[in-house]
């Protein structure tokens, strides 16, 4: 069984930035954060693997920077240039396999943690 738990949302203001935090109790072979904005359904936004491999969503893409910090089993999520729209719920989730096909889907992902959320203010 693995563990997550997720740490650094908060109240931003359209244009900052944040730095979110997922400590991962085991090795996973496959990472991925998610967000779920209010009354919608979780959305992948970018996935790290073991080999370092990165996937990330439109969304995100270019202001955004996946790292996972080895010695610590934590994977953080850095955010720029926040907008109103990034407001939701961000998830941190893992699985042992790590499939390509499935890498940006929820049903992708085993082990998840109880999320952060993030509020962005225009």
């Known amino acids: 069984y693995i563990q997550l738990k997720e740490s650094g949302g908060g109240s931003v203001q359209a244009g900052g930035s944040l730095r979110l935090s997922c400590a991962i109790s085991d090795e996973p072979a496959c990472m991925a954060w998610f967000r779920q904005a209010p009354g919608e359904e979780r959305a992948f936004l970018g996935s790290?693997?073991?080999?370092?491999?990165?996937d990330y969503d439109d969304s995100i893409m270019g202001r955004s920077t996946l790292h996972k910090d080895a010695p610590n089993n934590i994977l953080h999520l850095q955010l720029e240039n926040l907008r109103p729209e990034d407001t939701g719920t961000y998830y941190c989730?893992?699985?042992?396999?790590?499939?390509?096909?499935?890498?940006?889907?929820?049903?992708?992902?085993?082990?998840w943690g109880p999320g952060t959320h993030v509020t962005v203010s225009s």
């Open positions: 989730a893992a699985d042992r396999q790590c499939p390509k096909y499935l890498r940006l889907q929820v049903a992708g992902y085993t082990y």
């Open positions: 790290l693997d073991n080999d370092g491999a990165t």
